[in-house]
């Protein structure tokens, strides 16, 4: 069955939290004081959604299936041989057959900010996984699926280049790296057709980046339209099902100055036989593949001129997992995965010029740090901190990124005091909500002065009503009396207001989760029985305390009257129908996210019970509050209407 990835899981994310404004709003119009007769027929502007002046991003263009390629027929000479080159940061092996990446483990993660080992997705204290960046499927595939193949349009040439033995400069199979140290490492191949192809490779120990120089000719001409592969799907593969944390890999490009980004279950259309292909047209100044924490991406010496994407589909078993409330509660297990192979491919002049390759973590510090590192051979300067998927959708992402960068840095602070990232998400949580304590002071005195003018709001209608059934017209001095009332007792509690803190935490929540979604501190960071910040609570405890704090949140928080039965019924349903529906919806969210969601809900409810205390109505002199009537009271009539 196909998998739960990324773009499915933020849309579900998205609409959660559309909706929970569409309540909020409909819940001010609907349960707040009804605005005066004349109101009515003053203009009503409506707010509508300004559309994004900023252009889209450059639509893929679909193309022709690529040709299969095929193996060589004369004998190969050369043995076969790896080599592996060790540093602090990370562990290669290199195939003297097509002189490509057949393993590529991530070490560390190494930034000004820290370094920290890091693992495959299920690790813990007692069984540590190597992080293994290329996909099993992709070696077992024919020819091999995996980074650093040539590809050309002869496909003679290219099963050539791919599956022949290249010489190896390095006569040792191991080299190790030490700190500062770097080293060279040559494939060189000579085919009786003519090719010369030789590949240099410059690894480094400090650095995830390296140097990738090819040069492919034939019959001393440079072989036309020569393709580097960055690819299959480069990241965590340890990884049991997808969801918000645990995304595939996508294909990102930098063209036409804007972000390119092709998801396997997304973007491509598959044929019969399972396979798509894309491209995209335009200077392409570098071309990357990586799930949500780890990349690979080429950055050629000058841009080249489009670059093409290939993918291909999978059924695979997976580990029982329930990805839904219903299915926890049905213990309906989902057991397979469909999963997908993409290959990003990038035009190489093919005449020794160097290729910067980055392949390491997606920390923000990181990338933002390699400005000078990953500098290309024309001068230009290129970032790769857009590997980082700051949203699925271009028209989000020009908010949801400068407001998560601070975040990030706000949570890596935090996390450096406390050496704890759910402490550290609880912190950050508690100063955000005393920011919005006099927001929700303001919010408290709106409702409650819409709630105190309810019965006499009622009455002026009532009295509208009347006038209105004996044929008074609206401008009639009566009439015109009640409504000027009318309007002067909404002035000062217009609902609206009250729902500013709720606007003003709508951005800041679509931001937090992009914090936690791509936060490499966060990922595999334990708190009390989470076993990892990134991903949902496997006890699920979270997501039930999050709807429970919800609801008592909700019930203390004053709103406007409820004047009708009808309001009265609607707003107990909305008092648990939300929670419930919110526990659908983040019911795979990261259990960071709703740390700090469920947080929040405690805080707002202890910041309502001082303003309610803050707010009690003051007695008069004299006035004594008893639990009942005394048997001396005065009885009074009620008036007659």
Known sequence: MENNSNPGNQSRFLIAAVLSMVILFGWSYFFAPKTPPANSNSNTTANNAANSNSAPAPAAQPTTAPQPESAGVTPDTIPNRTITIKSPLYEVTLDSKGAVATSWIILKNKSSKGEYPVYADGSNST??????????????????????????????????????????????????????????????????????????????????????AITAKQNGQPIPETKLAIGASIGDHAINYHTFYHTESEAVAAVNGDISRHWGNYSFTYDATGKASLSDKGPVDWVGMGDAYFAMAAVPATPVQGADYRASKYDVNIEPVYHSIFSWITRSPTTTETRHLVTAFMPIAGDGSVTKVFTGPKDY????????????????TVSVVNLINFSNYWWLRWLTKPLSIPILYALHYFNVVTHSYGLAIIVFTFFFYMLLFPLRWKQSKSFKKASSNAPKMKEIQDKIKD?????????????????????????????????????????????????????????????????????????????????????????????????????????????WLMPAMMLWVMWTAPSGLLLYWFFGNIVSFGQQMVINRLNKPATAPGTEIVDSVPANAKRIKAKKK
């Open 127 to 212: 069984n540590k996984k190597p992080l293994q960046l290329i996909s099993q499927k992709a070696l077992e595939q024919s020819p091999r699926e995996v980074p650093f193949r040539l590809v050309t349009t002869d496909t003679n040439l290219t099963a050539s280049a791919n599956e022949r033995n290249y010489q190896i400069s390095v006569a040792e199979p191991v080299v190790t790296l030490s700190s500062g140290e770097e080293r060279t490492v040559e494939f060189s191949l000579v085919g009786d057709n003519g090719i010369e192809i030789k590949k240099s490779f410059v690894f480094r120990a400090d650095s995830y980046v390296a140097d990738l």
């Open 365 to 380: 510090f990181l990338l933002s740090e390699l400005g000078d590192t990953i500098k290309p051979a024309d001068g230009r």
């Open 467 to 575: 006038l209105q059934k004996k044929g008074v017209p609206n401008d009639d001095a009566r009439m015109r009396a009640l409504q000027m009332e009318q309007l002067k007792m909404t002035k000062d509690a217009l609902p609206i207001g009250g729902c500013l803190p709720m606007l003003l935490q709508f951005p800041l929540l679509i931001a937090f989760y992009t914090a936690i979604t791509i936060a490499l501190d966060a990922r595999q960071a334990t708190f009390l029985w989470l076993p990892d910040l990134s991903a949902a609570d496997p006890w699920h405890i979270l997501e039930f305390g999050f709807a429970i704090s919800m609801i008592l949140a909700m019930k203390f928080t004053p709103t406007a009257a409820a004047v009708t039965p009808e309001q009265q019924m609607q707003q107990k349903m909305m008092t």
